[in-house]
């Protein structure tokens, strides 16, 4: 299986940070963001991995190398609209991703092995997205993307500000080359610049669905703001132990039903 790591962003609200660096390679706890998803996929036997670059590209192509990293083979991509919406620069991997699914990550989400691993242990036969229904109160549920998970495991919303949710998209999905029908159709009814969210949304309603796979005992993180990043630093550097698997007060799940 391959996996795909979206990178192509500027990182405007990390800025000064990401004013000469790509947000990818800003580092938490001494790593690179992007190394740990990369590790993740690679840890758990997905090992041809291709990464879509945009903004100041040269500097990830040069940290990670050119063709391998850590054994796994690496494909570069350029997104000619890293501008217009994360939706055109996961299209830009279509020929790369061929015809089978794949794993698709952010490169700025922290993102653990068991997290994938879950993922995979629920062997998807269509497109999946790892839902955090009880969300730690770090997570910044205002700015994250929301689902409704319905009784039988199916995601039937997925946006931002949702009036009802009951899990939080955690950024690591299991898809298919339908989503880059989606893409395609959106774009055919006017859509210039579909999201990745929106091109979900055209699964629910037009394709075979998407489904949920539910890793909410596990630690994620999102990177969007100097917030994020200290509070990643204190959770990350707190214990001696593996990284990524600290514990946190959960709160209720949001689930109305």
Known sequence: MKGVILAAGDGTRLEPL?????????????????TYGLHALIETGVTELIIVVGYLGDQIRHALGDTHYRGAR????????RHDGNGLSLYAAREAVGEEPFILMMADHLIPTRLVRRLLATRPAQATLCVDRQPSPVIQVDEATQVWVDRTGW????????????????????????IFQAVEALRASGISAPTLTQACRWLI??????????????FWMDMDTPADLRHAERVLRARNRSPLQPTFTRRRDHDAS
């Open 155 to 178: 995601i039937r919303r997925i946006g931002k500000n949702l009036l009802r949710w009951n899990g939080l998209d955690t950024g690591v999905f299991w898809l298919t080359p339908a």
């Open 18 to 34: 990401t004013r000469h660096t790509p947000k990818s390679l800003v580092t938490v706890a001494g790593r690179p963001m992007v």
């Open 205 to 218: 309603e037009h394709g075979r669905g998407l489904r949920a796979c539910d890793v909410s005992s596990m």
């Open 74 to 81: 690496l494909t570069y991509v350029e997104s000619p609209d």
